[in-house]
């Protein structure tokens, strides 16, 4: 399987922490995109750094990228009860055209 | 970014029945892909849906088990065949608008009894 792995799968954090979530991958990608989701509803497209970016911010989230290892990083910063949920990372392959593999996942819960 | 619905939004189904998976997006775009994720589980790509031509599928899912349509550039179906317990999964649908990036429905929650 391509599907990339993601550490750890279930992190716990008190609200105004910082959460750091790993994603690894096998192979050479076009970009990495970082997607969220509640309790098993759809994914909340988050973030997209592409495979020339090594760092990468948007709000409280800092994306890095190193193509040299295959792994990425996400940081939320000064969490949020409302951030608990799964993130995963997600790969575009580089074949041209868009099919994303998926991550195992990573599970956040952020008490107040 | 583009807005896409998905009915139903969720089901329970009897084994050895069929269930058709509607998505809808209120843009015209170029490929919608279908998505499984199994409970508990990450997702996994069942197929690419271009208008005007046959899906292409994952290794292991087949048309027969999962046929597709997509009549349209803002429309697509996924049925779900034959059903057994072990389809028991959340399905989604995805475009990718803009390029690169895919923007995903909320899911349809199916239970196979």
Known sequence: SQQGEEDPQALSIQEGENATMNCSYKTSINNLQWYRQNSGRGLVHLILIRSNEREKHSGRLRVTLDTSKKSSSLLITASRAADTASYFCATDADTGFQKLVFGTGTRLLVSP | ?113
């Open chain 2, 1 to 113: 970014s583009a807005v896409i619905s998905q009915k139903p939004s969720r089901d329970i189904c009897q084994r050895g029945t069929s269930l058709t998976i509607q998505c809808q997006v209120d843009s015209q775009v170029t490929m919608m892909f279908w998505y499984r994720q199994q409970p508990g589980q990450s997702l996994t790509l069942i197929a690419t849906a271009n208008q005007g031509s046959e899906a292409t599928y994952e290794s292991g899912f087949v048309i027969d088990k999962f046929p597709i349509s997509r009549p349209n550039l803002t429309f697509s179906t996924l049925t779900v065949s034959n059903m057994s317990p072990e389809d028991s999964s959340i399905y989604l649908c995805s475009v990718e608008e803009p390029r690169e990036t895919q923007y995903f429905g909320p899911g349809t929650r199916l239970l196979v009894l």
